[in-house]
């Protein structure tokens, strides 16, 4: 087979698994022929976390399906508030449902909050941990004149039944973490013969006009 045939043959081949295939080099953002897109206005979680104890600063955990999935061993003192429906369902969902977080807005009550780290851990059912620390005051900026806000457009995280984030919430504070899924698990697709990875290439929101966006704004001019 010559060169040319072969090249020829690997493109057809990949316009078979890529229904949008147009044999540029470039990769990014295809989308498999059965692959689900997720709904850009249902890959939001807006997460509320307080610590009601005036004197002592308390460990939130959140997510961890399968270490804690009624939230039984939350802190009396802390509360988790999840906007479009609650901890407990999410964690029931991470059950056959995992996720990708691909975006984190942070938003505090007290600046000092963003000095304390997040602890991302990652269990066993045979007891080993895999832990990290997550840094929130690396993301303040001169340019960010919200003291109490921090955009992590980069934070990316894949959550399990066996992922959970533990943060320190200072005494009478209360943080709000908004996360922008990037991809989730759909397991009903099998049964339809569709892939089971729903994906979205849209970036978290920010509030800030990214290049593109401000390259198109220009070109309309």
Known sequence: MSYLKRINAIEADASRNYHNFSGDVE????????????DANDRTLTIKISNANTITAK????????????????????????????H?????????????????????????????????????????????KWQPINYRSAMNQ???????PSFDLLVSANTYIEVLINPSSSVTMTVTLSQK??????????????????????????KPAIAALKERM
């Open 27 to 38: 990769m990014y953002g295809y989308t498999g022929g059965n692959m689900e897109e997720l």
């Open 59 to 86: 460990v939130a955990r959140v997510f961890g399906a399968s270490k804690d999935l009624n939230d039984a061993l939350l802190d009396p003192d802390i509360t988790i508030l999840v906007d479009e429906s609650s």
């Open 88 to 132: 407990t369902s999410v964690k029931a969902e991470l059950l056959q449902n995992p996720f990708r977080i691909g975006g984190l807005k942070y938003v505090v009550s007290d600046a000092l909050q963003l000095n304390n780290s997040f602890s991302i851990i990652e269990s066993t059912s045979t007891g080993s941990e895999t832990r990290k």
């Open 146 to 152: 919200i003291t109490t806000q921090i955009d992590a």
């Open 185 to 210: 698990a759909a397991m009903r697709n099998v049964l339809q013969n569709r892939q089971v990875a729903t994906t979205s290439f849209r970036p978290a929101p920010t509030g800030t006009f990214d």
